[in-house]
């Protein structure tokens, strides 16, 4: 399985950006978005289920933030909305998760990740 983000970039704060991620290989499987900054964690964004009918989010981005999937074309949207300077970061893709409820369980594949910068 590989995984590729696409569509990072440069946003001002109150903008919007959408991120793809397109995963090779097995298609049926949950996929979810992380994001790191410089000396930090990879901190969970959202998760999406194989069939994309069930979504989770970190809280304190549940609102701004909407996840989808393409099956015809294997690909993860991330839309993000009302951008904020702290929402500044690498964002990285995830495949071959598990989504159980609200927790979702990393896989073994990653994207490089995208960078993403939102300027006040």
């Known amino acids: 399985v590989q995984v590729g983000e696409f569509g990072g970039g440069l946003a001002q704060a109150g903008g919007s950006l959408r991120l793809s991620c397109v995963a090779s290989?097995?298609?049926?499987?949950?996929m979810g978005w992380f994001r790191q900054t410089p000396g930090k964690e990879r901190d969970f964004v959202a998760a999406i289920s194989s069939s994309g009918e069930f979504t989770t989010y970190a809280y304190s981005l549940k609102g701004r933030f909407t996840i989808s999937r393409d099956r015809n074309n294997n690909t993860v949207y991330l839309q993000m909305d009302n951008l904020k300077p702290e929402d500044t970061a690498v964002y990285f893709c995830?495949?071959?998760?598990?989504?159980?409820?609200?927790?979702?369980?990393?896989?073994?594949?990653w994207g490089q990740g995208t960078q993403v910068t939102i300027s006040s």
């Open positions: 995830n495949a071959a998760g598990l989504l159980s409820g609200h927790k979702y369980y990393t896989g073994g594949y």
């Open positions: 290989g097995r298609t049926a499987y949950s």
